[in-house]
């Protein structure tokens, strides 16, 4: 590891100030994936600002319609949360498929997001879902957080605070994982609510978290596996590496898909 | 930059001069000299360096130092009481539940973070429990009995 300052925050503010006043910082929730790419040299910051130290980050309460999971709020307490067990099933059993029990006991929500991996399962829960972000400055529907490869609409300094997720009336999320990290090389989150069905695809897309809006239509007017069973997502939008070709992760994608309508019920 | 840092080792205060970039593995086994916390593969994959911080098992190896000032951890040193094995390590010991041994003490403190929340694991629970722990000698059954056993023994 490069060298770096080390600061511990102790509100938001003081992050978002923290941040400010160093030349290139980094924010750190549970540190799962910084700290690994700081051990590789791939990443260089002059400070690494913790928020662990931030009280009333971590937790969850259930306020009227929407499960709200504080952004340091770590995937093992998801994971086992009464709420989100009884309210949204698929959120607790996505949250304990990440990664391994020490990985989930460190690794946070917040962090997830903010760092927008490709191949990580939160960000196909929040768009499947249709949740709100919230951050120190405003609000931001999941649909226009995730921009791109390990790429958000996060500003410079802007933390994340809270992730928002409404109840659906049924949802599943089903991944095929990398045997060795637990990443998904393909993860499917369906869900239906209030505003309709939603699909979004994780591990997958080139540009990251994706909906699949034919599987999307086609759900709405008959929500079974046999409406999606025919539909595959373009191959040529899709990542291929050593794991699996783009040719493959697309047929990874309709598979799962059907897996998960069928578990949604 | 150096910061102090201080924390409770196995029931003990202990404190020293940390680097930011420090890692707790390298606190424990270079500052502390508790070399029985082991490093494998240091990219928090093979749970070698599995500890217990405030109760919960981590991976040593990827948190820092500095965040673990005021932390309570405790290290495969911290179980027996003196020459008496913890009930894990006696069943590791009896179910040969090792091989060359390097992965054992990650084995034995994340079995025991196991056991904590569910007395009386299955195999099926003991074997997805140990997606963090990997053993290059593949010697997963006896690891398996073993934590089966110890668990027996501690209930």
């Known amino acids: ?265 | 930059m150096t910061h102090s840092v201080s924390m409770t080792v196995n029931g003990k205060s202990v404190s020293g001069e940390v680097e930011s970039r420090t890692l707790l593995v390298q606190f424990l086994r270079e500052h502390l000299r508790l070399t029985g916390t082991h490093v494998g593969c240091d990219t928090s994959q093979c749970g070698a360096c599995v500890v217990h911080k405030d109760g919960q098992s981590i991976k040593s190896c990827t948190i820092l130092a500095a965040q673990c000032d005021g932390a309570d951890v405790t290290t495969i040193e911290g179980l027996a009481d003196g020459d008496t094995l913890h009930p894990m390590q006696e069943a590791f010991r009896e179910n040969h539940g090792l091989q060359c041994g390097f992965c054992t003490p990650g084995m034995v403190m994340s079995a025991l973070d196991l056991v904590k929340n569910n007395p009386d694991p299955s195999e099926k629970e003991i074997r997805e429990w140990l997606e963090g722990n990997i053993c290059r000698c593949t010697g997963y059954h006896n690891i398996v009995k073993s934590i089966k056993a110890g668990a027996g023994s501690m209930r």
Request: net charge negative.
């Open chain 1, 1 to 265: 590891m490069y060298d770096f300052t080390y600061q511990r925050a102790v509100s938001v503010d003081d992050a978002a100030a923290k941040v400010e006043g160093a030349d290139d910082a980094m924010l750190m929730a549970g540190g799962m994936t910084l700290l690994p790419t700081l051990k590789q040299r791939l990443a260089q910051p002059s400070d690494v600002v913790d928020l662990s130290g931030i009280s009333g980050l971590a937790g969850i309460s259930v306020e009227g319609d929407k499960v709200v999971v504080g952004a340091m709020t770590t995937h093992a307490t998801v994971a086992a949360s009464a709420d989100v067990k009884s309210k949204i099933p698929a959120l607790a059993d996505l949250a304990d498929g990440i990664g391994d029990p020490q990985v989930r006991n460190r690794g946070t929500i917040g962090g997830s997001i903010a760092n927008n991996d490709p191949a990580a399962d939160y960000p196909s829960a929040c768009v499947g879902l249709g949740a709100t972000i919230v951050t120190n400055q405003r609000e931001i529907a999941a649909d226009d957080f995730f921009t791109g490869l390990f790429e958000t609409a996060l500003d410079d300094g802007e933390v994340v605070t809270a992730v928002k997720f409404p109840t659906p009336s049924k949802a599943a999320y089903m991944k095929f994982p990398n045997p060795a990290s637990r990443y998904a090389i393909v993860g499917v989150f369906v869900a239906q609510g209030s505003d309709g069905v939603r699909v979004a695809v994780t591990g997958a897309g080139q540009d990251g978290v994706f909906r699949a809006s034919e599987m999307e239509s086609a759900l709405a007017s008959n929500f079974s596996a046999d409406a999606v069973a025919n539909i595959s997502v373009p191959e040529g939008d899709l990542n291929y590496d050593i794991h699996a070709s783009s040719e493959y992760r697309a047929h990874l994608v309709t598979v799962m898909a059907k897996r998960a309508v069928n578990k949604a019920g």
